[in-house]
T-cell receptor
Framework: NAGVTQTPKFQVLKTGQSMTLQCAQD?????MYWYRQDPGMGLRLIYY???????DKGEVPNGYNVSRLNKREFSLRLESAAPSQTSVYFC?????????????FGSGTRLTVV | AQRVTQPEKLLSVFKGAPVELKCNYS??????LFWYVQYSRQRLQLLLR??SRESIKGFTADLNKGETSFHLKKPFAQEEDSAMYYC???????????FGGGTRVLVKP
């Protein structure tokens, strides 16, 4: 009964380094999302995948790329990390009826870029 | 564009006192509104949805389309209600949720 699993839980990067945040869900959900959480700004959508094979930009996509590898997995890549990308990153998923069932969130990845 | 505003960053109340978290939204269509909660060291979870008109853990929220608000209320706060609360709106394709900035609730004994 894992739900949404994110790895890693913590990461420290140097400016300019790259990394990929992994997300996997085992609920057969169609839609998956990446948000970043910053104090006072709530959660802001980076990218989302409404269904397998599609990805779209959210509110703050600059500096990020995503891959919907299959129905279960949705990864977020930082090609050249910047201090402004220091944040907590959350992955979420939902069925085609988010209005009814809401989102299921992962436990988050705390990323620090120095 | 859709926007969610939570004007209070922090609410501090005593146990047993009422608590109200304000949420205002901006959306041109018919919105679907939610409250999510994040307890310490836990992941975000859905608290309630306006569509189901439910009461969860003593919390209720009423959608007021005239005032474009969806305030969260509880008549008697408990210490276990201490958490971060987010109001969220869904109104566009892709089931996307737009979140407010969050309100931290601290219930003192």
């Amino acid at each position: 009964n894992a739900g949404v699993t994110q790895t890693p839980k913590f990461q420290v990067l140097k400016t300019g380094q790259s990394m990929t945040l992994q997300c996997a869900q085992d609920m057969n959900h169609n839609s998956m999302y990446w948000y970043r959480q910053d104090p006072g700004m709530g959660l802001r959508l980076i990218y989302y995948s409404a269904s397998e094979g599609t990805t779209d930009k959210g509110e703050v996509p600059n500096g990020y790329n995503v891959s919907r590898l299959n129905k279960r997995e949705f990864s977020l890549r930082l090609e050249s990390a910047a201090p402004s990308q220091t944040s907590v990153y959350f992955c979420a998923s939902t069925t085609g009826q988010a209005v009814v069932y809401g989102y299921t969130f992962g436990s988050g990845t705390r990323l620090t870029v120095v | 564009a859709q926007r969610v505003t939570q004007p209070e960053k922090l609410l501090s109340v005593f146990k047993g006192a009422p608590v109200e978290l304000k949420c205002n939204y901006s959306y041109s269509g018919s919105p679907e509104l939610f409250w999510y909660v994040q307890y310490s060291r836990q992941r975000l979870q859905l608290l309630l949805r306006h569509i189901s008109r439910e009461s969860i853990k003593g919390f209720t929220a009423d959608l007021n389309k005239g005032e474009t608000s969806f305030h969260l209320k509880k008549p008697f706060a408990q210490e276990e209600d201490s958490a971060m609360y987010y109001c969220a709106l869904s109104g566009t394709a892709g089931n996307k949720l737009t979140f407010g900035g969050g309100t931290r609730v601290l219930v003192k004994p």
